[in-house]
């Protein structure tokens, strides 16, 4: 079975993905629900079977802890009643994930242009979608502005993580475009909820959510995965 996972994990996740994505599409309100909460929980088991995973650096827990908030996120967000304990969860999982990204330190003397040109631009598209959303927030902007500044730091820091010799590549094919896909989803749900709903009602927005939102942590827990195997080998 554990060959299997670490061979299949990543395909059979993309699968349970879509049929997710068609229940929503559907009407199928019960597969739609079980198949969410499969998705993290599977995630995981992928990273968890992984033949690193034993002698891997103790900043694997970082990435199982940051995807089990994101599974409490998940569970939390199919009811809109609790709206903020999923969002702390999901809090909780940009949390960890800076706190691994952080741990990857810069290559000495290697420029830093493109940290600071991406985080001018992620700063100007938050500020965007703060001040056009505010008058909606209500109560909620506050602890939607300590989440927006949570992810953009972990969208941040997989930037500062392509400058780490042996993280470059990874970062740049899968931790920076999966957190992209990640800030995507929320901004798609943010205007959703505060704009669209009210204003100008989309038909199935949510499918575009879920859908970056997937593929979002696939990219991510694949680039775990690759950087384990990559420094657990040259170890």
Known sequence: MKPFI????????????????????????SIQYGSKLILL????????VQPFFATAAKSKYLILIGLFGSFLGDAF??????????????????IFNILFFNSLKPKIGESKTKLY????????FCAFVYFFLKDAMGALIYPILVYMLLISFAAIYTVRASLNQQATT??????????????ASDAVLAFNKFYWSTQSPIDNIGLVTMATYGVAQMLLVKGFQLYFSKTSTTA
């Not at 929980?41 to 968890?48: D, E, H, V």
């Not at 304990?85 to 940009?94: K, L, S, V």
């Not at 990874?170 to 800030?183: E, Y």
């Open 6 to 29: 670490q061979k299949f994990g990543i395909t059979i996740y993309l699968l349970i993905l879509m049929l997710h994505l068609f229940a929503q599409l559907l009407g199928y309100t």
């Open 77 to 94: 967000l199919l009811s809109e009643a609790y709206f903020i304990p999923g969002m702390i969860a999901f809090m909780t999982t940009h």
């Open 41 to 48: 929980p599977l995630l995981m088991l992928f990273f968890y």
């Open 117 to 124: 040109v991406f985080t001018l631009m992620l700063a100007a």
């Open 170 to 183: 990874i970062a740049n094919l899968f931790w920076t475009p999966g957190m992209l896909f990640f800030i």
